[in-house]
Structures are given as structure tokens and as C-alpha cells.
């Protein structure tokens, strides 16, 4: 556990980080200008930069943030999967350091998942295909690869209703704490009787489900 000034300093560095990274290499990107989760989640969830952390992210494009991650978390091993294979080459002129595994696929196949183990990972980010369907179905291939009390985070659910859906979706594999983070100031009410946080941010649309700790 981390004393809380240290995981404050930590977040500072961490906004510090995804800021310089997201101003340099989106001057070169094609595609709409960057945007950041970083205060929404990620400075909480992804404070101590010196876990060794297995965090993997579906969707690469240009490498991005696996420059981010195998820059943040250097004692961590980092992951990416797309299933643009051009992706990998891009991503590779990132310098990327030897902890860094990049493979190409179907993120949302069970071929592609069966690829891990079960309770290998600490975060796993879907930036992929951002279709509702493939988010939903994203949750439930996924789960079992997640470390108890790790996090599955789905970035980029276009409308609310689709966000309620994942939150249903998180509930019906078994996940008691869920995240939804939205551009407008609304109030997103729990299905069921479980124990659900709700934030609201400024930033953008994501949903953060989090497994749920259990003996």
C-alpha cells in the first residue's frame, strides 16, 4: 500500500507523462486530436509506476500508449493486440523496450484470448474495434485473464444506454463494482441491489468495470 503523498506525487508524474507523450507524438498522427482519460481513472488506478504490473491494451494504432505504459511502468510487462498487423510495424519504430509484446488478431475471438492465461493480467484496455457489441462481448471473454481485483476498462462507449448496457453486461459476469465516467453532469442508476460507484467526469465517455474481491 502506498503512503498517499507518494501516490500523489506519482500522479503527478503519471499526468505529466501522458501529456508530453500525447502533445509529441499526435503532431505526427493523423486523426482527430488526442484525448486523455488521465484524470478520470487512470492517475488512481495506474499510481505506482514501479508494480510489476502485466497490462495489456487491445487496440494499438500507432503505439502510443505502449510508449506510455512501457514508459511509466518500468518494472511492468505490456501487451498490445490489433488486429491491423500494420499497426505492430508503426508501433515498432515507438522504441519500445524488450517488455513489450505485440501481437496481431481478433482481440474479440476466443482464439485470440486463449492466447493467456487465466488470472495473468492487472489491467486489460479495450481500445479496439469501439462497436457496443464487441465491447459487451469484450467483458466475458476477458474476465477470466484478469487477476482478482484487477480491472477491465472500455474506453470510448459512444452513447449512455451503451454504457448502462456494459454496466448490466459487468453485473450478469459476476463484477460488483462499476465505474461509468460521462461528458454530462448525469446520474447513472444501479441495476440491482450491488455496490456501484458512479463518477462523473468532464473528459469523456468510458465505463471502468473492476473485478470484484472475493475470498
Known amino acids: 500500500f502506498l503512503p498517499w503523498s507518494l501516490r500523489c506525487l506519482l500522479s503527478v508524474e503519471f499526468l505529466k507523462l501522458k501529456t508530453y507523450y500525447t502533445s509529441k507524438i499526435f503532431q505526427y498522427a493523423e486523426g482527430p ?3 486523455s482519460y488521465a484524470p478520470g481513472y487512470y492517475v488512481n488506478a495506474f499510481a505506482d509506476r514501479y508494480a510489476p504490473v502485466n497490462i495489456l491494451e487491445i487496440g ?19 501487451y498490445g493486440i490489433d488486429n491491423d498487423c500494420s499497426s505492430l510495424d508503426r508501433a515498432s519504430h515507438r522504441n ?27 489491467f486489460i484496455i479495450d481500445d479496439g474495434s469501439h462497436i457496443p457489441n464487441d ?9 477470466p485473464k484478469v487477476k482478482r481485483g484487477g480491472k477491465l476498462i472500455i474506453e470510448d462507449v459512444a452513447e449512455l444506454h451503451n454504457a448502462e448496457r456494459m454496466r448490466d453486461e459487468a453485473y450478469n459476469n459476476s463484477i460488483t463494482n462499476v465505474n461509468i465516467l ?13 455496490n456501484t460507484t ?18
Open 182 to 194: 460521462t461528458t454530462r453532469n448525469v446520474r447513472i442508476i444501479p441495476a440491482r441491489n450491488v
Open 96 to 122: 519500445l523496450s524488450e517488455r513489450v509484446h505485440l501481437s496481431c488478431g481478433d482481440a474479440y475471438s476466443q482464439e485470440v484470448v486463449d492466447r493467456f492465461e487465466d488470472n495473468f493480467f492487472d
Open 33 to 35: 486530436p488526442p484525448h
Open 198 to 215: 458512479t463518477i462523473t467526469n468532464t473528459t469523456t465517455n468510458l465505463t471502468t468495470t473492476t473485478r470484484a474481491q472475493t475470498q
Open 60 to 78: 494499438i494504432y500507432n503505439g502510443e500508449s505502449m510508449r506510455i505504459w512501457d514508459d511509466w511502468f518500468v518494472n511492468g510487462r505490456i
Open 135 to 143: 465491447q459487451a462481448k469484450f467483458i466475458g471473454l476477458w474476465l
